[in-house]
């Protein structure tokens, strides 16, 4: 059974910068598709970005140019920086995977619906 592990967030003033990982464990073979998701109070659920095992990467509308994401397909572990937070990427975040071949993004009719393994999440908060 694949089970997704995130660290990294925690609080920080606006501007600021954080970085996230995710590790993934219990499964032997590759994964073909990561990505971070978020979801702020009272919001949906919003892709973040995702990024497939042969390294190409899809961001979601409202951080391109912030975020930067990458893998260690090695590792079964994903990161991802963000930077010049602001108030509106308070959210908990979550790492999700799926095994499928196919498209791998966060712009799917329903945000996050294409992916089968889901992290607890991990909370990012950004005061101004």
């Known amino acids: 059974q694949l089970v997704l592990m995130e660290s990294g967030g925690g609080s920080v003033q606006s501007g600021g910068s954080l970085n996230l990982s995710c590790v993934a464990s219990?499964?032997?073979?590759?994964?073909?598709?990561m990505g971070w998701f978020r979801q702020a109070p009272g919001k949906e659920r919003e892709g973040v970005a995702a990024?497939?095992?042969?390294?190409?990467?899809d961001y979601g509308d409202s951080v391109e140019g912030r975020l930067s994401v990458s893998r260690d397909n090695a590792k079964k572990t994903m990161y991802m920086q963000m930077n010049n937070l602001n108030s509106e990427d308070t959210a908990v975040y979550y790492c999700?995977?799926?095994?499928?071949?196919?498209?791998?993004?966060?712009?799917?009719?329903?945000?996050?619906?294409?992916?089968?393994?889901w992290g607890q999440g991990t909370q990012v908060t950004v005061s101004s």
């Open positions: 999700a995977a799926d095994l499928r071949l196919g498209p791998c993004t966060v712009h799917a009719r329903i945000p996050g619906s294409d992916f089968k393994y």
């Open positions: 219990g499964y032997p073979y590759g994964i073909e598709c």
């Open positions: 990024i497939a095992r042969d390294g190409r990467i």
